[in-house]
């Protein structure tokens, strides 16, 4: 009976902390949208501005300076400079699946983390955010699927709906959550550790 409810417990805060790392990257990829729509409808002007100095504005009549041209995945990814694992457990996650991510989209560098500790999930917990080489494929989900099985990991479920590709696996003491979008440069990688729990 207590091992039941140590299992349900493990289960809850599993998709507690895999639903707060979807809920987190949505948050963070709705911010940039918003950005870029406001950096493209202002001309870049957001990026010249960042005190907020709106004397320099052009009036009407005046001609924006002219924007940037929108770069590459590829200079997107170079461009990049790969983060410095902050703890053991970031540092964990990035050894373990930048490799795999490499393998299926050409190249893969960690960009930002939440760990575990910092929303009060299990230690050893933690999110990751990679920057790939290129635009995701709707052919990746399988890709990394089979990628995933082939490194030792047990599929628990996958989905799409939409553009947006979510797939839950198992490892060891871990459940993982990848979460993409077709078209877009980014993933983001939940672990959870289960046996920390007990």
């Given amino acids: ?18 639903a707060g790392g979807f809920f987190w990257f949505q948050q963070y990829r709705a911010e940039r ?9 202002l001309g870049g002007l957001v ?15 005046q001609p924006a300076e002219p924007t940037e041209e929108e770069k590459t995945p590829e200079e997107n990814f170079q461009e ?34 939440v760990s575990g500790s910092m929303v009060g999930a299990v ?16 052919g990746d989900a399988n890709a990394l699927t089979k990628a995933l099985t082939g490194h030792g990991y047990s599929i628990i479920t996958s989905s799409k709906e939409g553009t947006k590709v979510d797939i839950l696996a198992s490892k060891n003491s871990g459940q ?3 979460s993409f979008e077709i078209g ?3 993933i983001a990688v939940t672990l959870v550790k289960l046996g920390a729990m007990q």
């Fill in 80 to 113: 990049t400079v790969a983060m410095e694992p902050p703890d053991e457990t970031i540092g964990g996650i990035i050894a373990e699946e930048e490799p795999i991510l490499k393998g299926v989209f050409d190249g893969a560098k960690a960009t930002n983390y």
């Fill in 47 to 61: 990026n010249v501005l960042p005190s907020g100095d709106l004397a320099n504005l052009p009036t009407a009549g």
């Fill in 1 to 18: 009976m207590k091992n039941n409810k140590v299992i349900i417990i493990v289960v809850v805060v599993a998709v507690a902390v895999a």
């Fill in 184 to 186: 877009e440069q980014e």
């Fill in 33 to 41: 949208a918003a950005r870029k729509i406001i950096q493209e409808g």
């Fill in 176 to 178: 993982y959550s990848f």
């Fill in 123 to 138: 230690p050893g917990s933690g999110l990751v955010n990679f920057i790939l080489k290129r635009a995701a494929a709707a």
